[in-house]
């Protein structure tokens, strides 16, 4: 089988294209679009991902690169409706506005773009500057557009997993602030109902939680759910820095994290919003969900 260009059903040229389809929110996007029989096709970098991804009902899976534009025009081809992801790196930005420009030139018709909640081009945090910058190009490229703003997200505890086990606790440099966390499901049923349903062009939905808690309330819940003590431990930002570094974080995300955690800090990732019901017509999982969902992880 040719690892470019494998199909469950060759029979259908999707309409949809999926990049990110291997990171938490874009892996539950290509499930739930598999479990509605959706045809669709998924962009990687990795041959053995698009062997694996192939498999999924309905979905094609091509090899390409963010860094290369003559493999996101092949990726491209025939697409009406793409869903824009990148990896966390230094050059999403770049990457990000060389693919809407690609799009432009493909005729996509549509792009829903995984943004952040409160992008900002004026924010003192890079991440929300980067989605801003991101959301103007979609903008001026006249294609019509649905923008996901999510909160935090609850699964990102995950990467507290081995203290949480092994010590009972998790850190962070954020006080008693509180936060909508959003459960990564959750994001990607409004995702999905974007790709595939109509009326949601020109959209900016804020995806929250359905309650805004502190992180010391999430480890209680956590600890209900374990049925062991876990405590959430107030930390300096510059402990936190510390910290990251030492797991190996390079210095623009170890910056970029201390800044988020100062914008949640500051209580500005507190409101909630009622998207994820108007949109899917379900209620957003609330931290007790995930923490029962995951507990096995933990």
């Known amino acids: 089988m040719n690892a470019t260009a494998m199909s469950q059903n060759e029979s259908t040229a999707p309409a949809i294209l999926i990049t990110g389809a291997t990171g938490s929110v874009g892996s539950e996007v290509v499930k739930l679009l598999a ?20 498999t999924l009902p309905g979905a094609e899976a091509v090899l390409g690169d963010f860094n290369e534009p003559a493999t996101l025009a092949k990726a491209l081809a025939g697409i009406k409706h793409a869903f824009l992801l990148t990896n966390s790196s230094e050059q999403a930005e770049a990457q990000q506005v060389s693919f809407v420009a690609e799009a432009q030139r493909a005729g996509v018709r549509h792009l829903v773009k995984l943004s952040q909640f409160a992008a900002d081009r004026n924010s003192p945090v890079r ?9 103007q190009a979609i903008r001026e490229s006249g294609i019509a557009f649905t923008f996901l703003r999510p909160n935090l997200f609850m699964q990102g505890l995950l990467g507290f997993r081995e203290p949480i086990m092994h010590q009972g606790k998790f ?43 502190t992180h010391a309330e999430m480890a209680d819940q956590l600890s209900d759910a374990l049925g ?7 930390v300096p930002p510059v402990a936190m820095r ?18 988020d955690y100062a914008h949640y800090s ?3 990732a507190s409101g909630v919003f009622p998207d994820v019901e108007e949109v899917t017509g379900k209620g957003a999982r609330t931290f007790a969900d995930f923490a029962r969902d995951y507990a096995v992880f933990f």
């Open 228 to 234: 062991k003590p876990v405590t959430f431990v107030n």
């Open 266 to 268: 500051r209580n500005e």
């Open 171 to 213: 850190f962070a440099a954020v006080g008693d602030a509180r936060i909508t966390a959003v459960d990564v499901r959750d994001i990607a049923a409004v995702a999905a109902a974007a790709l595939t349903e109509p009326g949601h062009e020109g959209k900016i939905y804020n995806i929250t939680g359905p309650e805004a808690l």
């Open 242 to 259: 510390q910290a990251l570094i030492a797991a190996g974080f390079p210095d623009w995300q170890t910056d970029g994290l201390l800044e």
């Open 127 to 135: 991440f929300l500057r980067y989605h801003a910058v991101v959301e």
């Open 35 to 54: 479990e509605q029989g959706t045809t669709f096709r998924v962009m990687v970098r990795s041959a053995n991902d698009a062997e694996r991804l192939s």
